[in-house]
């Protein structure tokens, strides 16, 4: 048990050090290409990447989730499930090229059909190095992986900015993302092949446990991405590229302070809260400690976001932008409501219940298309709210669907896991 808490106080340092810097690096990148290019360039970008962030709920499967959750795994096994992934992936870009021009004519954006399959080598590229950083996760070895996308990331603001005062428009975005999928999986896979090797053997038998896990994460990932991001897909086609980028933006401040902080805990969750998977009363004990964490983290840092939301919109995206600053409001009490539900996945590739995450993502789906449909009626900002409106409806349901079967957690354990911690001492103070 010692070995295993320092692996996970080491796994926490390395994961802090390299979200804080990515998520910088990342607010740097969009901060000053936000005053270099237009926002129909991050319009037409947000419209690839929600097509690039769904075909990449694909491109393993789910079998990173399953590696995490079986604790034995042969050398032959990870040989066959490192082909499958590869080959896999080929046919997922084929598919993705054939694709592309009904997304293309479904938005009338003829650009769509030079920049999707030039985002999409990501597919291909991540590919070879993806497995060797899974494998370095299910150790808690997070010191090389933290050091390669921190890496990447550099290399990709540099080259970004450089593209934009050359004037590349959107491809500026496009090839700068890509850089950094070609750097990171370069040094994943170098450091694989040298650490673990490479074997040359493939057995579709070993793999279909793994699949069996996978596919319904994957399913769970499909379902989950579209509730998420279908204000993307909806706004792109009821309202104006600029509209849309300007959603964009804002979706992507808010967005960014849950992207530093959750990885911070989660990264390290999932393989950790496996080791407890036998163990219901150790289990709830370590996730509601979890649920704590993120949410006392996420509510103070929008709560600041949202008092201060025009300072915050002008410094990241310049005066001109402030007009978003209501919807940074609004979508950061969405991104509190999503944040503190962030956990329950880790819970989920844990205890090997990826089944109930398929299941209540169709539940969800049944509702979050519905909402944002009637926003677009009205505006963005109703988009916005009603989407936040329905994720807090949501929360009641989801804890007893989810949290409950899986860790036996009260509602009352529960929703205290939500409040900030006081000692007994301290609320016998506060009650004087």
């Not at 808490?5 to 936000?34: F, P």
């Not at 370069?186 to 650490?195: D, E, H, P, V």
């Not at 150790?282 to 103070?300: G, P, T, W």
């Amino acid at each position: 048990m010692g070995s295993l808490k320092k692996q996970v106080i080491s796994g926490v340092k390395w994961t802090t050090l390299g979200t804080i810097t990515i998520a910088v690096v990342a607010l740097l990148k969009i901060a000053v290409l936000a005053r270099l290019l237009d926002k129909s360039d991050f319009g037409l970008m947000a419209l690839v990447t929600f097509v690039m962030g769904f075909m990449n709920l694909f491109s393993d499967m789910g079998l990173t989730s399953a590696i995490l959750h079986k604790q034995e795994i042969s050398k032959k096994e990870y040989a066959s499930l490192y082909w499958f992934n590869l080959g896999f992936s080929f046919l997922l870009y084929g598919i993705l090229i054939v694709l592309t021009p009904l997304v293309s004519i479904f938005y009338n954006e003829p650009q769509l059909n030079i920049l999707t399959p030039l985002l999409g080598l990501n597919l291909l590229i991540s590919a070879f190095g993806r497995m060797y950083k899974t494998i370095e996760s299910k150790h808690l070895l997070f010191k090389r992986i933290t050091i390669f996308e921190i890496i990447a990331a550099l290399f990709s603001l540099v080259f970004a900015i450089y593209l934009a005062v050359e004037g590349f428009g959107v491809l500026a975005l496009v090839y700068s993302a890509l850089l950094q999928y070609l750097v990171q999986n370069i040094l994943f896979l170098a450091l694989g092949i040298w650490k673990y090797g490479l074997l040359i053997h493939f057995r579709l038998q070993e793999t279909k446990p793994f699949l069996r896990i996978g596919i319904f994460q994957v399913g769970g990932q499909v379902i989950n991405y579209l509730n998420r991001d279908m204000d993307i897909l909806l706004i792109g086609k009821f309202f104006s590229q600029d509209i849309l980028g300007g959603y964009s933006l804002a979706k992507q401040l808010v967005s960014r302070p849950a992207q530093i902080l959750n990885p911070i805990m989660l990264k390290v969750a999932s393989p950790t809260l496996a080791k407890f998977q036998s163990q219901q009363e150790e289990l709830k004990r370590n996730y509601l400690k979890l649920v704590n964490m993120v949410s006392n983290a996420n509510v103070f840092v929008y709560v600041i976001t949202i008092i201060f939301a025009p300072i915050i919109v002008e410094l990241f995206y310049g005066s001109e932008l402030v007009e978003l600053a209501n919807l940074v409001r609004i979508l950061s009490v969405y991104m509190i409501i999503r944040a503190i539900g962030n956990p329950v996945g880790s819970l989920l590739i844990a205890t090997g219940r990826t089944d109930l995450d398929l299941y209540w993502n169709l539940i969800t789906f049944m509702i979050m298309p519905l909402v944002i449909l009637i926003g677009t009626y009205f505006s963005v900002e109703s988009v916005a709210l009603f989407i936040t409106l329905a994720m807090l409806a949501l929360v009641i349901p989801s804890w007893y669907f989810l949290i409950f079967k899986l860790t036996g957690a009260s509602l009352g354990e529960y929703l205290f896991s939500l409040l900030p911690k006081i000692s007994p001492k301290k609320i016998k103070e506060l009650l004087k």
